[in-house]
C-alpha cells in the first residue's frame, strides 16, 4: 500500500471549515484513498474515500487533485466534537482490508 | 453504536493469568480483525480473519492466541503477558472477501493493564 504524509497536528475554530492535507504521491492506479478519524479511547470510525472523483457524505467532503497525488478532507463546519486524529490511508479497494494506520492528523477544534 | 461490540472495556491482570476479550458483531460481515494500539503509537494489525479462517498472523508472540468460531464472534486469549503489552485492543470487521466498498467499523476497545 502506498504510504501518506500527513501534518502532525492542526487547529481549527469551533464553526469554521477544517481542511486536513494528505500527500500520497506514489498511490497507484488502483489504490483508493480512505480517511478514518478517532476520537479519544475510542475505535476508529470511516469518514469516507475516494478514487478519483471528489466525495461528499454527511460527515465530510474529500478532494482528490487530477494527479491523485494529494487529497483534502473537508469537514465544513468543525464542532468540538470533530476534535480526533485524522488518518488517511491509500488502499486497494478489494477483499479483506488491512488497513495501515499511520499517526494521522491530530485537530483540535477549539471554542 | 458501530454494531462491534467488545468487551470488558477495562480489564487488569497479572504477567501469570490467564484472560480473553470478546469481540461480537452484528453487521452479517465476514471479516474480523484484531488491531493493538500501545500509548501514543499508531495502530499494528494483529490478525485477520476472513469468512472464519486466520489469514493474517503479523508477527504476533503466541501468548496471544486468537479464535474465531463464527463469522460473528472473534476471541484474542491472553496468557503470561508482559507489562510491554499494556495497549487498548480493537476489534474491527468488515464485509470482507468479493466486497467492493470494504470499510472497518470498529468496536470502543479493550483497555488492557498489565500489571
Avoid at chain 1, 470510525?45 to 491523485?68: C, F, P, V, W
Avoid at chain 2, 469481540?23 to 495502530?43: I, R, T
Amino acid at each position: 500500500d502506498a504510504k501518506t504524509t500527513q501534518p502532525t497536528s492542526m487547529d481549527c475554530a469551533e464553526g469554521r471549515a477544517a481542511n486536513l492535507p494528505c500527500n500520497h504521491s506514489t498511490i497507484s492506479g488502483n489504490e483508493y484513498v480512505y480517511w478514518y478519524r478517532q476520537i479519544h479511547s475510542q475505535g476508529p470510525q470511516y469518514i469516507i474515500h475516494g478514487l478519483k472523483n471528489n466525495e461528499t457524505n454527511e460527515m465530510a467532503s474529500l478532494i482528490i487533485t487530477e494527479d491523485r497525488k494529494s487529497s483534502t478532507l473537508i469537514l465544513p463546519h468543525a464542532t468540538l466534537r470533530d476534535t480526533a486524529v485524522y488518518y488517511c490511508i491509500v488502499r486497494v479497494n478489494s477483499g479483506y482490508s488491512t488497513l495501515t494506520f499511520g499517526k494521522g492528523t491530530m485537530l483540535l477544534v477549539s471554542p | 453504536e458501530t454494531g462491534v461490540t467488545q468487551t470488558p472495556r477495562h480489564l487488569v491482570m497479572g504477567m501469570t493469568n490467564k484472560k480473553s476479550l470478546k469481540c461480537e458483531q452484528h453487521l452479517g460481515h465476514n471479516a474480523m480483525y484484531w488491531y493493538k494500539q500501545s500509548a501514543k503509537k499508531p495502530l499494528e494489525l494483529m490478525f485477520v480473519y476472513s469468512l472464519e479462517e486466520r489469514v493474517e498472523n503479523n508477527s504476533v508472540p503466541s501468548r496471544f492466541s486468537p479464535e474465531c468460531p463464527n463469522s460473528s464472534h472473534l476471541f484474542l486469549h491472553l496468557h503470561t503477558l508482559q507489562p510491554e503489552d499494556s495497549a487498548l485492543y480493537l476489534c474491527a470487521s468488515s464485509r470482507g472477501q468479493f466486497a467492493t466498498n470494504e470499510k472497518l467499523f470498529f468496536g470502543s476497545g479493550t483497555q488492557l493493564s498489565v500489571l
